[in-house]
């Protein structure tokens, strides 16, 4: 059973045109995590919820935002898409970000931009 | 330096071969550590976490020593199935930093 969702699987946008990509999860799980990840590099967090509170990385560009409404939803709102944002986009979600559990990931979402 | 650092692939090995992965990490702070696979176009999966007694599952066994700051991972007995690519990752302060990746390749 599918822990972590990430819907679409795929999405395809206009240069410039504002693009959300969404994550729910059913493990109850207090953090989650947004990555993006470009064609044969290592996953580079954005930022991450621990419950409510918004933790962005340093250099996460301001195109990026993120909403998480609920415990279960977390979305990544990306403003003015550019050609270089294209990438897959991971949702991970663990218990506690100081913790020693890993962190369970979802499909993905592979954002292409025309 | 890279916070995480693994060897450059790809590994070409034959299947039955014997296959080792060496990662090296700069944050002697570093809490906890993993392996993960992730295989072409997909997400990453967890393939065992890391203690520094070292740990074994099956075919696979994953050796830490902290004073080094290194991570290993070996597979015996390479299956076909095993072609991916292996994340070395560190979990420092909450977050996980990944390193590149070593990409295997198990050939007939």
């Known amino acids: 059973d599918a822990m972590v969702i990430q819907n679409p699987r795929y999405q395809v946008t206009q240069f410039g045109k504002p693009v959300t990509l969404s994550c729910s999860q059913t493990?109850?799980?207090?953090?989650m995590y947004w990555y993006q990840q470009k064609s044969s590099q290592a996953p580079k967090l954005l930022f991450h919820?621990?419950?409510?509170?918004?933790?962005n990385e340093a250099d996460t560009p301001d195109n990026f935002q993120s909403r998480r409404p609920n415990t279960s939803f977390c979305f990544l709102d990306i403003r003015s898409p550019g050609l270089g944002d294209a990438a897959m986009y991971l949702c991970?979600?663990?218990?506690?970000?100081?913790?020693?559990?890993?962190?369970?990931f979802g499909d993905g979402t592979r954002l292409s931009i025309l | 330096r890279k916070e995480v650092e693994q060897d450059p692939g790809p590994f070409n090995v034959p299947e039955g071969a014997t296959v080792a992965f060496n990662c090296t990490y700069s944050?002697?702070?570093?809490?906890?550590f993993f392996w993960y696979r992730q295989d072409c176009r997909k997400e990453p999966k967890l393939l065992m976490s890391v203690y520094s007694s070292g740990n074994e599952d099956g075919r696979f066994t994953a050796q830490l020593n902290r004073a080094s700051q290194y991570i290993s991972l070996l597979i015996r007995d390479s299956k076909l199935s095993d072609s991916a690519t292996y994340l070395c990752?560190?979990?420092?302060?909450?977050?996980?930093?990944f390193g590149q990746g070593t990409e295997l390749s198990v050939k007939p």
């Open positions: 990752v560190v979990n420092w302060g909450g977050k996980l930093i």
């Open positions: 919820y621990y419950d409510k509170d918004f933790n």
């Open positions: 944050n002697s702070a570093s809490q906890s």
């Open positions: 991970a979600t663990s218990f506690f970000p100081q913790g020693v559990q890993p962190q369970h």
């Open positions: 493990l109850n799980h207090n953090v």
